[in-house]
């Protein structure tokens, strides 16, 4: 006997988030993803330059590697200014402490918590 499938408006989303804001969410978390991409092609590229410098003019190029950390730290706050920004206009604020409820490295979407805050998000049930 093979099971019957839940119908899509019956399954609960892994996350502890009401469905809205699991939304919310992902379209936040999908524009800090492309920040740390761009980052990651930013960094790769700025050393494969430092190496070839080096390979050309000698050791000394490679003081450009000093380059390539505040590039990255420039681009990471912008990333994290962006998520700020998109979690004002998208309304993904705690109904708590009203802080932005997205972070990089947050739990919020599997506890349903605020991570400033740690106040309680979703309702339960």
Same mark, same amino acid.
């Given at each position: !006997?093979?099971?019957v499938p839940? @119908?899509?408006? /019956?399954?609960?989303?892994?996350?502890?988030? *009401?469905?809205?804001?699991?939304?919310?969410?992902?379209?936040?978390?999908? /524009?800090?993803?492309?920040?740390?991409?761009?980052?990651? %092609?930013?960094?790769?590229?700025?050393?494969?330059?430092?190496?070839? %410098?080096?390979?050309? %003019?000698?050791?000394? /190029?490679?003081?450009?590697?000093?380059?390539?950390?505040?590039?990255? #730290?420039? #681009? !990471?706050?912008?990333?994290?200014?962006?998520?700020?920004?998109?979690?004002?206009?998208?309304?993904? %604020?705690? @109904?708590?402490?009203?802080? *932005?409820?997205?972070? /990089?490295?947050?739990?919020?979407?599997?506890?349903?918590?605020? *991570?400033?805050?740690?106040?309680r998000v979703?309702?339960?049930?």
């Open positions: !006997m093979t099971p839940t @119908p899509l408006h /019956a399954m609960r989303d892994p996350s502890g988030l *009401p469905p809205e804001l699991e939304a919310k969410r992902r379209v936040i978390a999908k /524009a800090y993803n492309d920040v740390a991409k761009l980052n990651l %092609l930013i960094v790769m590229g700025l050393l494969l330059a430092v190496m070839f %410098l080096v390979a050309r %003019l000698g050791h000394a /190029a490679i003081y450009g590697l000093g380059v390539i950390l505040p590039v990255e #730290v420039a #681009v !990471m706050y912008y990333g994290v200014r962006r998520g700020d920004a998109l979690c004002r206009k998208m309304d993904f %604020l705690c @109904p708590h402490c009203h802080r *932005p409820l997205f972070e /990089a490295r947050s739990t919020a979407y599997l506890t349903g918590t605020c *991570p400033k805050c740690r106040a979703a309702s339960d049930g």
